[in-house]
């Protein structure tokens, strides 16, 4: 069984930078997934924000955060990384992340994915 824990959430100024961790435990060894970054505002759907797969390393960003936000993965820690930059009142939200065995093409459907992290909380101030 797949275990995710989220931290580095907090309190920013707008303009200021957040660097999340997701910590895995349970991977089958030898398998590839797909790990994504998700995050939930008050009163909206949760939304995707950026996928990577471990096997080839490729990424995909929501369209929102393409240029500020940053995924990684550091295979041999099984952490996965959200570095944010320029962060704006628009990016609060709780931040989960997933994972999903796969060795295809990552998507940014909450469906794609059947592990998740309990979230960390991102607050922004104008």
């Known amino acids: 069984q797949v275990r995710l824990v989220e931290s580095g959430g907090g309190s920013v100024p707008a303009g200021g930078s957040l660097r999340l961790s997701c910590t895995g435990s349970g991977f089958r060894h030898g398998s590839w997934y797909c790990m994504g970054w998700f995050r939930q505002a008050p009163g909206k759907e949760r939304e995707g924000v950026a996928t990577i797969s471990t096997r080839t390393s490729t990424t995909d960003y929501a369209d929102s955060v393409k240029g500020r936000f940053t995924i990684s993965q550091d295979n041999d820690k099984n952490t996965l990384y959200l570095q944010m930059n320029s962060l704006t009142p628009e990016d609060t939200a709780a931040y989960y992340c997933?994972?999903?065995?796969?060795?295809?093409?990552?998507?940014?459907?909450?469906?794609?994915?059947?592990?998740w992290g309990q979230g960390t909380q991102v607050t922004v101030s104008s």
């Open positions: 997933a994972a999903v065995p796969a060795s295809g093409v990552c998507f940014f459907s909450e469906q794609h994915y059947n592990y």
